[in-house]
């Protein structure tokens, strides 16, 4: 009931394209939901994050879409950059946060 | 100013031996929390100091101790140590014990155990 399921393990886009990452929980004492960015050798860095009373958040090309009713939520990156590539882990908060398994991202010219 | 800062970078030990891990965090943070990063996973929670007091504790077993120091700064200690501890050990702090919010991660200390 503590996990985040995230999805896909791996992602390959075009530079230019729509990256769609997706994460799910059971947990509905969860209150708070991050995406951290980690690139190789460095820890995860806080991206973007959202309140379950929201269902949509963004930040200049990062997208967070809730959906609090079927416990998923999703980050989108649009206009996606070779410079996106890099690790991206979904979270959730109570007490501690619980990190998902982790994408992947690989953004080609 | 300096971010989250973790000693060594990296560490080789063999099973059975003990390893301690630093960590500084950012100035004016009270708060420490440590992570395992196992290659391929995402991180797993440790421990949580606030105030030289344990605040929380993830599903590890006893062998894993850590400590705040009055500076903030804080070790997290593995003994008998197995191979599947080799893993990304982050440290990362926030302002206070409950500002889990915004974690400022480290660049971890890579420990291999042979």
């Known amino acids: 009931q503590q996990q985040v399921k995230q999805s896909p393990q791996s992602l390959i886009v075009q530079k230019g394209g729509i990256s769609i990452i997706n994460c799910a929980y059971e947990?509905?004492?969860?209150?708070?939901f991050p995406w951290y960015q980690q690139f190789p050798g460095k820890g995860p860095a806080l991206l973007i994050a959202?309140?379950?009373?929201?269902s949509e958040k963004k930040e200049g090309r990062f997208t967070i879409s809730f959906n609090k009713s079927a416990k998923q939520f999703s980050l989108h990156i649009m206009d996606s950059q070779p410079g996106d590539s890099a690790t991206y882990f979904c979270?959730?908060?109570?007490?501690?946060?619980?990190f998902g398994t982790g994408t992947r991202l690989q953004v080609f010219p | 100013d300096a971010g989250v800062t973790q000693s060594p970078t990296h560490l080789i030990k063999t099973r059975g031996q003990q390893v301690t891990l630093r960590c500084s965090p950012i100035?004016?943070?009270?708060?420490v929390s440590w992570y395992q990063q196992v290659l391929g996973q995402g991180p797993q929670f440790i421990f949580q100091?606030?105030?030289?007091?344990e605040r929380g504790r993830g599903n590890f077993p006893d062998r894993f101790s850590a400590r705040q120091f009055p500076n903030y700064s804080s070790e997290l200690n593995v003994n008998a140590l197995l191979l599947g501890d080799s893993a990304l050990y982050l440290c990362?702090?926030?302002?206070w014990g409950g500002g889990l919010e915004k974690l400022f991660f480290g660049s971890g200390t890579q420990l291999s155990v042979l």
């Open positions: 100091y606030y105030e030289k007091e």
């Open positions: 990362a702090s926030s302002l």
């Open positions: 100035s004016g943070h009270k708060s």
């Open positions: 979270a959730a908060l109570t007490d501690k946060l619980i």
């Open positions: 959202i309140r379950p009373d929201v």
């Open positions: 947990n509905t004492a969860f209150d708070y």
